[in-house]
Antibody, heavy 119, light 110 residues
Framework: EVQLEQSGAEVKKPGESLKISCKGS????????IGWVRQMPEKGLEWMGI????????RYSPSFQGQVTISADKSISTAYLQWSSLKASDTAMYYC????????????WGQGTMVTVSS | QAGLTQPPSVSKGLRQTATLTCTGN????????AAWLQQHQGHPPKLLSY???NRPSGISERFSASRSGNTASLTITGLQPEDEADYYC???????????FGTGTKVTVL
């Protein structure tokens, strides 16, 4: 069974750094794209970016370019989303998604990681 | 970034048909088509339709997608209580080199 297992909920203070993870199983991790989607409380979905673990090709939404870093470690079938300095406005649920091609995203979803940033 | 436009809400009776729309432009919906996602409260989204209007395995035939120009549509026939959810469209935008999502439509089954 294809699965994406995300890391647990996080509570951080403004200015702190954070790296959340998404571990793929049940498929060839290096052959599928992994994307990240943000959903702020009671709001809609926002696409953040995507990575192809096979060669680490990464694309970012213009809205998130420079704000986050997407990476992957194919040796452990895990993709990451990281922040160097969190803001209160980063409080949201973050989902990872898997897709066979760049243009057919959102096939499989992780369960989500809730990030709360509060002083 | 510019998103795709969806009506905020649609309400229909049990076993009726609901049609949801998603309007973009020639850089996104009109160029690449749109995928459709369903999200129940407190759960991750689920893919209902690929951008080519095909359904993933396991998705009910009651959900069908289509496109005309820059507008994509999702039709839900024989509405059931479990269809109450938020529905989002999404498309790759070639001018942004990024995905854009729709604003979402909340479907209520009366």
């Amino acid at each position: 069974e294809v699965q994406l297992e995300q890391s647990g909920a996080e509570v951080k203070k403004p200015g702190e750094s954070l790296k959340i993870s998404c571990k793929g199983s049940g498929y060839s991790f290096t052959s599928y794209w992994i994307g990240w989607v943000r959903q702020m409380p009671e709001k809609g979905l926002e696409w953040m970016g995507i990575i192809y673990p096979g060669d680490s090709e990464t694309r970012y939404s213009p809205s998130f370019q420079g704000q986050v870093t997407i990476s992957a470690d194919k040796s452990i079938s895990t993709a990451y989303l990281q922040w160097s300095s969190l803001k209160a406005s980063d409080t949201a649920m973050y989902y990872c998604t898997q897709s066979p091609t760049l243009l057919d995203a959102f096939d499989i979803w992780g369960q989500g990681t809730m990030v709360t940033v509060s002083s | 970034q510019a998103g795709l436009t969806q009506p905020p809400s649609v309400s229909k009776g049990l076993r009726q048909t609901a049609t949801l729309t998603c309007t973009g432009n020639s850089n996104n919906v009109g160029n690449q088509g749109a995928a459709w996602l369903q999200q129940h409260q407190g759960h991750p989204p689920k893919l209902l339709s690929y951008r080519n209007n095909n359904r993933p395995s396991g998705i009910s035939e009651r959900f069908s997608a289509s496109r005309s120009g820059n507008t994509a549509s999702l039709t839900i026939t024989g509405l059931q209580p479990e269809d109450e959810a938020d529905y989002y469209c999404s498309a790759w935008d070639s001018s942004l080199s990024a995905y854009v999502f729709g604003t979402g439509t909340k479907v209520t089954v009366l």
